[in-house]
């Protein structure tokens, strides 16, 4: 049942990849994938996700709800615990990797998350060395990049962050998921800035 959930949330993956230019910019699918085992982890932001029904999108049903259909399955990030960035953010801000560390699958050129986010919650400016891609499945997310004015992204959109570039996120009235890809970099976890 669970390599099931991963292959059809793979599929969906390489479905959409291969249908975006954008994503196929940013990185050529990998030719390296390689199924590992997963550790569930579990976290508050999952049942919020898997009840959400303000994740809207035409585009993008079938990741969207592969992302969901994983989501118990899934080893959920807690990168920001032990910071002061607070209880309210670590109960409702869901990550969980699908090719990468703590994934089911691998590769030395990518790293493929899901990010979500419900409405109202602010994701505060950090940064990384690696180069990323934010690409919006569903629902809708004001982006801020350091050094350009903030944008409402919806399905479609893209937010690219060069390396180092600080950057955050903004839910208002409605919440998000996106597809966050990563290039080179893998070692270092985001930081606050």
Known sequence: MTTDVWDRLFSEFSRVYAATP???DFCPFPTDIKPQNVVAHDIPARALLESDRGLTTRAYTGLRDA???AARHA????TYKGTDIGQDFL????CYCL????GAFSSESLFAY???MPPGLHYPWHDHPAEEIYFVLAGEAEFHRQGHPSRVLRPGDASFHA???SH???THDHPVMALVLWRDGFATSPKLT
């Open 114 to 116: 899901v990010v979500y």
């Open 163 to 165: 390396s180092s570039q």
């Open 75 to 78: 080893l959920w990030r807690e």
């Open 168 to 170: 955050a996120m903004t």
């Open 67 to 69: 992302f969901v259909a």
């Open 99 to 102: 090719i990468g560390s703590g």
């Open 22 to 24: 954008q994503l196929q």
């Open 91 to 94: 109960d409702r801000f869901g």
